[in-house]
Each structure stands twice: as C-alpha cells, then as structure tokens.
C-alpha cells in the first residue's frame, strides 16, 4: 500500500525555520515528481515547491529563497527546509507524488507560525 507520510510541523515564531519530511513508501520513486502543498485556513490548497523526477526544482514566488526541497531517493523521502517564516506560512502542508499513472497524497502537517 502506497503512502506518504509527513513529519516536522509545529509551531515557530516569525523569522524562525522548520523542517519538513515526507516518507514515501512508493516503488520506484525516482520516476515521480514530487511536491509540498499547502492549504491555510478557508483558501485552496496551493504549490509551495516541488521537484521533479530528474531533479528540477521549482517554487512559488512566495516562497523563493527561504525554502529549499529535496529529495532523496535511495531513503524515499521529501524534504522542505523552510527558513525566515511568516505568518502567511500558518497552514497545512501535504506531500504529493505524481506520475503519468498515479498521484499520491499524504495526510498532511501543522505548520503554524504566530508571535
């Protein structure tokens, strides 16, 4: 049975670092891209960055240069090293892996940032 499972949310001040971690039990995983969501409260879920099966990273403008993903197959896991927090950062962030045949979801993390 497929799964992703997040860890590392929390809560932090503005200005302070988190780190995320997606474990994917997926076969062949270095053939999925893979992404980190987030949905805050009463908004659609959205793209905070992902990467690609051959490693190109993309991210969403609000996040540039404060947060870093990577992966790493061989330990099938996800990261998001989010740095610098704001409070807009408040949400639930979900790992993704998709492929042409089949996407996944995990159940999500609580990052919540507030002073």
């Known amino acids: 049975q497929v799964q992703l499972v997040e860890s590392g949310g929390g809560s932090v001040q503005p200005g302070g670092s988190l780190r995320l971690s997606c474990a994917a039990s997926i076969i062949n995983l270095s053939m999925y891209n893979m992404g980190w969501y987030r949905q805050a409260p009463g908004k659609q879920r959205e793209l905070v960055a992902k990467v690609s099966s051959s490693g190109r990273t993309n991210y969403a403008d609000s996040v540039k240069g404060r947060f870093a993903i990577s992966r790493h197959n061989a330990n099938k896991t996800l990261n998001l090293q989010m740095n610098s927090l704001k409070l807009e950062g408040t949400a639930v962030y979900y790992c993704?892996?998709?492929?042409?045949?089949?996407?996944?979801w995990g159940q999500g993390t609580q990052v919540t940032v507030s002073s």
């Open positions: 993704n892996a998709g492929s042409g045949w089949a996407e996944y």
